[in-house]
């Protein structure tokens, strides 16, 4: 489990691009943050699922 920064490029899916990667990946968000693109985040990665714990502020 690693806990990586990125940014939010789509919602509806959520789409996330990790720092250090050019391509989005799909991503699951907790019920309490809402996303909107261009957001910093906090993701968690386990395996090939990444979860979004909420906006870097």
């Known amino acids: ?32 943050y809402s996303p909107a693109a261009g957001d910093r985040v906090a993701a968690v990665v386990f395996g090939s699922e990444v979860l979004v714990l909420g906006r870097v502020i």
């Open 1 to 32: 489990m690693n806990l990586l920064p990125g940014v939010v490029v789509g919602t509806a899916p959520l789409q996330v691009r990790l720092d250090g990667s050019t391509t989005a990946v799909p991503a699951r968000r907790l019920a309490s």
